[in-house]
């Protein structure tokens, strides 16, 4: 399945709401992305009296130390954040020395009484003091920031599987292909300079100029499409797939004839609506379109100049 384009506007929109939850709900989830974002993240266990020693995870080799609060409905609920911030931090030091990065993680809101305690913390260990350390507060869109919106699409759907599918993409059997094509180190695939898009056929075509370039884009991916065909299974899969979109562009002109707009038509067909809001799937479409567009299966072909017989140049050269 191809996900929605704004794929990571629904994934951040579940990061929201998770960031809704409160008390140990909240913690419980900021673990979990956290285990995700840092390979040997470790969230100790409560150990008898020893509790877990005001952390609620160690990582980067114990270097950063986490505490997190998920938010209380309490009347004195700035009160009972100030004083979780300074018990927290006061457990940490006494009872872990290796780290040097100290993080609080909330989603409750932060006032005066708490912004105090943490800028006291923070003026306190200064790089000139006895212990130096880097004291910051994560809310709920610091996390999204810095840790959930970099994380990967399909770590993504694992800490929030059910994203919704991109809808009226006709050609399915091309999902595989747009997997592959990936820009981020096309110039180093390509190994050279990619000759432009034929004027001619752009001209005869009247294509404006940002379509011109988004196919210039495009054809940088041609080597990867070409191989993608030659090491398919169904040796008919590219006369099928160009036969299909020669039917799409027909469609696409007895709806309109403006050329930028037969384009969006066949971007959509390929890479679902709205797909200009993911960049990788953006220029995927335009190498899949742009491919048949090089090959002749959409848009018109210019005449070819016509031939001048021998005899015509016999009597140019004559007279």
């Not at 020893?50 to 609060?69: I, P, W």
């Not at 499409?225 to 590219?238: A, C, F, H, R, V």
């Not at 299909?244 to 959509?268: G, N």
């Not at 848009?299 to 016999?314: M, W």
Request: hydrophobic residues 40%; charged residues 25%.
């Amino acid at each position: 399945m191809l996900l929605t384009a704004n794929w990571r506007d629904w994934y951040r929109f579940r990061h929201q709401q998770e960031c809704f939850e409160s008390g140990s709900k909240f913690e419980d989830y900021v673990s979990k992305v956290l285990g995700r974002f840092h390979d040997d993240f470790v969230n100790p266990d409560p150990a008898g009296t020893l509790g877990d020693g005001g952390c609620d995870g160690l990582a980067e080799s114990g270097t950063v130390f986490y505490a997190c609060y998920g938010q209380r409905p309490a009347r004195s609920a700035e009160r009972e954040l100030a004083a979780k911030i300074g018990s927290d931090f006061a457990r940490g030091l006494s009872q872990w020395d290796s780290f040097h990065t100290w993080k609080f993680v909330t989603n409750a809101p932060v006032g005066p009484e708490s912004l105090k305690v943490l800028t006291g913390l923070q003026q306190a260990h200064v790089p000139t003091s006895e212990r130096p350390l880097t004291i910051r507060l994560m809310k709920s869109e610091d996390l999204w920031i810095e840790v959930v919106g970099t994380l990967e699409q399909s770590v993504l759907n694992d800490l929030f599987p059910g994203a919704p599918g991109a809808a009226n993409v006709e050609l399915a059997d091309l999902l595989p292909l747009l997997d592959t094509l990936d820009t981020s180190d096309v110039a180093i695939e390509i190994g050279g300079d990619v000759l432009p898009v034929p004027a001619t056929k752009m001209d005869f075509n009247a294509l404006p100029e940002a379509s011109r370039l988004e196919f210039n884009a495009g054809r940088l991916l041609a080597p990867r499409i070409d191989q993608w065909y030659q090491e398919s299974s169904d040796p008919g899969l590219y006369d099928a797939h160009g036969e299909r979109f020669r039917a799409m562009y027909r469609e696409a002109r007895t709806v309109t004839e403006v050329p930028a707009e037969v384009l969006e038509r066949l971007y959509v067909s390929v890479a679902g609506a709205n797909f200009r809001m993911d960049g990788k799937r953006a220029n995927a479409a335009f190498a899949v379109v742009s491919y048949f567009f090089d090959s002749c299966h959409i848009f018109e072909t210019p005449p070819q100049a016509q031939p001048i017989a021998d005899s015509e140049v016999s009597d140019a050269v004559a007279n």
